[in-house]
């Protein structure tokens, strides 16, 4: 079967009737056109001046797409209009996600935030940089004789993994399982919202499964563990309650098993094809550590989604309540208007503009933890292996989805240059 042939047996849902026709582009948020060129290129090329602000498409169960920087941390900023009900697509689908606190708005979810807090804050994130350290010298070690690796498989779908378990005490044996339900909600298979909807239903439940005789087993005990901290503390002063415990602790697994992973990812193909800006943090200590944001910037990798919360009119747009409004984080760090010359990863540039970590009451609990990955793999890796390039012929494979992917990064150094 031909891609048009593929692409016109897509869903599509009838327009509703506030929706004028003007807004109406053709955009799948799980097959973007052109991602064979790479995810950012493909969502990028959607951000053209005649493209709304707000642009609605049928496909995904029939979806509102912002397309703009500023409007995309708008939506995130303002729970009371756009509401954290339902936040993933298609909306079928986001109806069978259970994982709290990030399906609730204020007052309901600030507890429970707050409980996140005490165990990914900045100063319980520090006391584990030698930790994290050692996992990543423990990848890069083996590989730096050999003169080549595919970084993506052996190095960043590993590390953050091995960094995450090692907080949550548990086994790496696990991991398998566990990433196959993260691939299952964050890119999830079907033909239709029903059959996605499906997929992604019996991945959250593989999750809850998964954690319910462990949430059992450590509740009441005096555990140090990242679950033990969170089963053990209170909302509101009392205990929380199982089932939010579960949902809780399945959005931990899904969040240490597929975003940190991808986002590293990315970040290495364009290290490895621009050499120079390799070379700009290689003596540099200082630059690396403040361009690290520069880099959440320049490759954000999450496109979820609110949902209005009653009727409005936006930007001159009549919003229904119901509607939902997929926010591409991508379109903000790439949005010229946010960031001059977006494409260029510029290690010196003041206050990076990007919704990389969401923003508002859902700004990303797990923030500090990723950018510690993030500057402690640029450290250890250019340590070992300052200079690098993707293998001739290098055909990466780029996903996209709720969180997108790239599998197939090769890389290749001279052994006799490394460290």
């Given at each position: 079967?031909?891609?048009?042939?593929?692409?016109?047996?897509?869903?599509?849902?009838?327009?509703?009737?506030?929706?004028?026709?003007?807004?109406?582009?053709?955009?799948?948020?799980?097959?973007?056109?052109?991602?064979?060129?790479?995810?950012?290129?493909?969502?990028?090329?959607?951000?053209?001046?005649?493209?709304?602000?707000?642009?609605?498409?049928?496909?995904?169960?029939?979806?509102?797409?912002?397309?703009?920087?500023?409007?995309?941390?708008?939506?995130?900023?303002?729970?009371?209009?756009?509401?954290?009900?339902?936040?993933?697509?298609?909306?079928?689908?986001?109806?069978?996600?259970?994982?709290?606190?990030?399906?609730?708005?204020?007052?309901?979810?600030?507890?429970?935030?707050?409980?996140?807090d005490t165990g990914?804050?900045?100063?319980?994130?520090?006391?584990?940089?030698?930790?994290?350290r050692q996992a990543?010298?423990?990848?890069?070690?083996?590989?730096?004789?050999?003169?080549?690796?595919?970084?993506?498989?052996?190095?960043?779908?590993?590390?953050?993994?091995?960094?995450?378990?090692?907080?949550?005490?548990?086994?790496?044996?696990?991991?398998?399982?566990?990433?196959?339900?993260?691939?299952?909600?964050?890119?999830?298979?079907?033909?239709?919202?029903?059959?996605?909807?499906?997929?992604?239903?019996?991945?959250?439940?593989?999750?809850?499964?998964?954690?319910?005789?462990?949430?059992?087993?450590?509740?009441?005990?005096?555990?140090?563990?990242?679950?033990?901290?969170?089963?053990?503390?209170?909302?509101?002063?009392e205990p929380m309650?199982?089932?939010?415990?579960?949902?809780?602790?399945?959005?931990?697994?899904?969040?240490?098993?597929?975003?940190?992973?991808?986002?590293?990812?990315?970040?290495?193909?364009?290290?490895?094809?621009?050499?120079?800006?390799?070379?700009?943090?290689?003596?540099?200590?200082?630059?690396?550590?403040?361009?690290?944001?520069?880099?959440?910037?320049?490759?954000?990798?999450?496109?979820?989604?609110?949902?209005?919360?009653?009727?409005?009119?936006?930007?001159?747009?009549?919003?229904?309540?119901?509607?939902?409004?997929?926010?591409?984080?991508?379109?903000?760090?790439?949005?010229?208007?946010?960031?001059?010359?977006?494409?260029?990863?510029?290690?010196?540039?003041?206050?990076?503009?990007?919704?990389?970590?969401?923003?508002?009451?859902?700004?990303?609990?797990?923030?500090?933890?990723?950018?510690?990955?993030?500057?402690?793999?640029?450290?250890?890796?250019?340590?070992?292996?300052?200079?690098?390039?993707?293998?001739?012929?290098?055909?990466?494979?780029?996903?996209?989805?709720?969180?997108?992917?790239?599998?197939?990064?090769?890389?290749?150094?001279?052994?006799?240059?490394?460290?």
């Amino acid at each position: 079967m031909t891609q048009a042939a593929v692409a016109d047996s897509r869903v599509r849902a009838a327009r509703p009737a506030h929706v004028p026709e003007a807004l109406v582009r053709d955009i799948d948020m799980y097959a973007i056109d052109g991602i064979e060129n790479g995810f950012h290129e493909a969502w990028k090329a959607i951000q053209t001046p005649d493209t709304p602000e707000l642009a609605w498409t049928p496909l995904t169960g029939g979806h509102w797409v912002a397309t703009r920087g500023e409007v995309i941390k708008e939506i995130y900023s303002d729970p009371s209009r756009f509401s954290s009900q339902i936040i993933f697509l298609p909306k079928e689908a986001g109806e069978k996600y259970g994982m709290v606190p990030t399906r609730m708005d204020p007052p309901e979810h600030t507890p429970y935030r707050k409980l996140l807090d005490t165990g990914l804050n900045p100063a319980q994130i520090r006391k584990m940089e030698d930790q994290v350290r050692q996992a990543a010298a423990d990848l890069i070690e083996p590989m730096v004789a050999r003169g080549q690796c595919d970084f993506a498989a052996e190095y960043a779908n590993v590390f953050p993994v091995k960094v995450f378990m090692a907080m949550a005490d548990l086994p790496m044996s696990d991991v398998p399982k566990l990433a196959v339900f993260a691939q299952d909600m964050t890119r999830p298979a079907g033909n239709s919202p029903e059959e996605m909807a499906a997929t992604l239903d019996a991945a959250n439940k593989g999750f809850d499964a998964y954690v319910d005789p462990i949430i059992r087993e450590r509740r009441g005990k005096d555990g140090t563990d990242l679950i033990s901290v969170m089963v053990n503390g209170t909302i509101n002063g009392e205990p929380m309650p199982h089932d939010k415990a579960v949902g809780l602790i399945s959005l931990l697994l899904l969040g240490g098993l597929d975003t940190v992973v991808n986002f590293l990812s990315f970040a290495m193909i364009y290290l490895a094809r621009h050499p120079e800006k390799v070379a700009e943090i290689r003596d540099d200590e200082l630059k690396l550590r403040r361009g690290v944001e520069e880099l959440f910037r320049r490759f954000p990798v999450v496109s979820d989604a609110r949902m209005v919360a009653t009727d409005l009119t936006y930007r001159g747009i009549e919003l229904r309540r119901g509607d939902m409004i997929l926010l591409p984080t991508a379109l903000h760090g790439l949005d010229p208007d946010e960031n001059e010359d977006p494409w260029n990863l510029d290690w010196d540039r003041k206050a990076p503009q990007h919704s990389t970590f969401a923003a508002g009451p859902h700004r990303c609990a797990g923030l500090h933890l990723a950018r510690l990955e993030a500057t402690v793999t640029l450290q250890e890796w250019i340590r070992r292996i300052p200079e690098f390039s993707l293998a001739p012929g290098a055909n990466p494979v780029y996903h996209s989805g709720i969180v997108a992917a790239v599998e197939n990064v090769p890389l290749i150094w001279d052994p006799g240059k490394a460290a």
